[in-house]
């Protein structure tokens, strides 16, 4: 065995036991917070204490979704799973991916505007997609300013679904637009530690939109310093 190929095994290995060991507590976590509604049931509980187990639930349900990007992204990289596309009304998952970012944009005044024909169906892997629709509305919520945007739009153009998320946070530079999609990405540390991030959600939309033969790309509008676009098959 070569030591590339060595490299490789060993680093899989690490992802397989970093995946194990945090999705194992999360979804122990979860399931308590399942059996705690369950309790809470019919009972007298402050509206400020449902929505704090309401916020817990969307955290908990987050956390898990980044740990299986890590898995998937891993996973993809190494070719060792597919997408498996079949027809996909895009609405729902739309706002399904909404509803687990609700508490973060509603704690920080975020204004979401969202342009999605209720009937739009694209070919496309629904697993994998939710993760990439998770991932933009995850990096949106992340870098858009308090009290600022964020624009959610899909439409068909010819046999193409193009889906895009924006924000109105920081400009990318050149040099970030070049390198956002690399797995080794880091956004400038003129940005604030906690705003400062790995690149690693946005390589995994790059490797699911290649797995769909489609692409994605950063674009800057006029109204909108930054808008990831994604262009996967319709049909």
Partial sequence: MTDDAQAGRDYAAVVANLVHDLRN??????????LLREELLGASVPDSALACLADAD?????????VATIADADALGRGAIVARPAPLVVAPEVARGLALVAATCDARALTVEVAVPPELTAQVDQRLFARVLQALLDNAVRFAPRGGRITVRAAGDGDELVFAVGNDGPRLTASERARVFAPDFRTAQRLTAARRGRGLGMYFCRLVAEAHGGTIAVRERVDLPVEFELRMPIA
């Fill in 25 to 34: 507590p999360l979804a122990a976590l979860a399931g308590n917070l399942a």
């Fill in 58 to 66: 969307a955290l908990v349900a987050r956390a898990l979704g980044m």
